[in-house]
């Protein structure tokens, strides 16, 4: 039922003969052992190594310090929300922010209607 016909295919290229006739196989060069570049943690400023990197919206955290700036619970990548690179549980974010209508007000920036307010009162005195 399977059969080859036709004649034998050549050896991958990856494998070369030797003198004896047998193949041997040669490794990929890609590899090295060279030092990877350290994360830091955005949290605690330590090294952050493979098994427990975490990242969100772009920022490498340990598992054990990714939580809310509110609560300080443990967060994960399904339960949690970020405005301006701070990072909160969904409880919290609704409560804080969400209900107000106003994220940059929890935060005490100023406010997106104060900038429409300054456009509105410039483009009156120039028409008048």
Same mark, same amino acid.
């Given at each position: 039922?399977?059969?080859?016909?036709?004649?034998?295919?050549?050896?991958?290229? $990856?494998?070369?003969?030797?003198? !004896?006739? *047998? @193949?041997?196989?040669?490794?990929?060069?890609? #590899?090295?052992? %060279?030092?990877?570049?350290?994360?830091?943690?955005?949290?605690?400023?330590?090294?952050?190594?493979?098994?427990?990197?975490?990242?969100?919206?772009?920022?490498?955290?340990?598992?054990?310090?990714?939580?809310?700036? $509110?609560?300080?619970?443990?967060? !994960?990548? *399904? @339960?949690?929300?970020?405005?301006?690179?701070? #990072?909160?549980? %969904?409880?919290?974010?609704?409560?804080?922010?969400?209900?107000?209508?106003?994220?940059?007000?929890?935060?005490?920036?100023?406010?997106?209607?104060?900038?429409?307010?300054?456009?509105?009162?410039?483009?009156?005195?120039?028409?008048?």
């Amino acid at each position: 039922m399977f059969q080859a016909t036709g004649a034998a295919s050549p050896p991958p290229a $990856h494998e070369a003969k030797n003198s !004896s006739g *047998g @193949s041997t196989v040669q490794r990929s060069k890609s #590899f090295s052992l %060279k030092a990877q570049v350290k994360e830091m943690c955005t949290a605690c400023q330590k090294t952050v190594y493979p098994m427990e990197r975490l990242v969100a919206d772009k920022f490498v955290f340990h598992n054990s310090c990714f939580c809310c700036k $509110h609560c300080h619970t443990k967060l !994960s990548l *399904g @339960s949690y929300a970020a405005l301006h690179g701070e #990072f909160y549980c %969904k409880p919290h974010f609704q409560q804080l922010f969400k209900s107000k209508g106003n994220y940059d007000e929890g935060f005490g920036r100023r406010q997106h209607k104060e900038l429409w307010v300054h456009k509105e009162v410039e483009s009156g005195t120039k028409s008048a």
